[in-house]
């Protein structure tokens, strides 16, 4: 299967409609190579297409046509194979609430197969921080510690590729701070393939190598996180300036300014039209003495919201 964990090739998936609800088409022809020991980012608005394309890895949702290829298997000729390939820490905390952290990892470790003896469950507590409460009822757990649990359930048969869907939702940011480290120790010792998806950017600028931007159920930019941020031709000067302002300064064409908070001025402009040199030029020649001056670099959620909002070219 060469370099790549999931191979993706024409993915399509409509549902049927009912009653006056004509079918929706969720997925329109998506093809995603995603590499073998990276952490990938899968990204997209409420009802992008997300969920479904998870949900076809996964094995739980059949698709309308296209090809599935899970660690070299093809989904339709090995399912098996392919799904056992794959773990999927969901969004929703799908937790029986009368099993203890030990039996939920337990009996997860049953349904994929894995022999009594190659269990891992102490060592997985350990990696998730839950050693201590290994033995109490999973529904007396805060939801941080739930979501630990999710995660440690999708990682009980030793998959090479790991899913993570929105998993940081509603979690402090300590408890953040330990998934992800999890997470990083489980890509970098063992070279397990991460896929998340997640509403926070900042978390995904800087965690994943990857990304690819998901809108209206086709994929609309694919490229390495620098990549993508690299495409907005953009900067901003941020400037505080001693005194006050005129109304009137004469910018270089394309430059917009925006009052901030406290006095300072935001100076907007496309690096690929305007230099910091012409902007700051304009200030002095209109009187303006500069106490400091810091630039804003684009990030990925100005991507993001380019890209989604179809502002960007």
Not at 202 to 229: K, P, Q, W, Y
Request: net charge negative; glycine share 10%; charged share 20%.
């Amino acid at each position: 299967m060469g370099e790549n964990a999931i191979e993706i090739v024409g993915l399509q998936k409509t549902y049927g409609g009912s009653g006056s609800q004509p079918p929706k088409e969720a997925l329109k022809g998506v093809d995603m190579a995603i590499p073998k020991g990276s952490i990938f980012g899968l990204l997209g608005p409420n009802g992008a297409g997300k969920s479904t394309l998870i949900n076809i890895l996964a094995g739980l949702v059949v698709k309308s046509a296209g090809q599935v290829s899970i660690w070299g298997f093809d989904q339709d000729v090995n399912p098996r194979q392919s799904r056992a390939a794959i773990g999927v820490m969901p969004q929703e905390l799908n937790l029986d609430p009368f099993f203890t952290a030990r039996q939920a990892l337990d009996v997860q470790a049953g349904l994929y197969a894995v022999p009594k003896a190659q269990r891992r469950t102490d060592e997985i507590l350990a990696m998730i921080g839950l050693t201590d409460k290994a033995d109490v009822y999973s529904r007396t757990l805060s939801g941080g510690m739930r979501r630990r649990l999710l995660l440690g359930k999708a990682f009980v048969h030793r998959p090479p590729i790991l899913v993570l869907d929105e998993p940081t939702a509603g979690v402090d940011i300590e408890l953040r701070q330990m998934l992800w480290s999890n997470v990083r120790k489980l890509n970098e010792e063992n070279g397990t393939t991460i896929i998340l998806t997640t509403h926070y950017l900042e978390e995904a600028e800087e965690m994943c190598d990857e990304i690819a931007i998901i809108n209206h159920g086709a994929v609309i930019a694919r490229d390495s996180t620098a990549a993508l941020i690299g495409q907005m031709d953009a900067k901003t000067l941020v400037i505080h300036p001693e005194g006050t302002v005129p109304d009137h300064i004469a910018l270089p064409p394309g430059v917009t300014l925006e009052h901030r908070r406290g006095g300072g001025i935001a100076l907007s402009y496309r690096t690929g039209q305007t230099s910091a040199n012409a902007v700051l030029s304009a200030i002095h020649e209109a009187g303006i003495s500069i106490l400091d001056v810091a630039s804003e670099e684009p990030d990925l959620e100005d991507v993001f919201m380019a890209l989604t909002s179809g502002a960007h070219g």
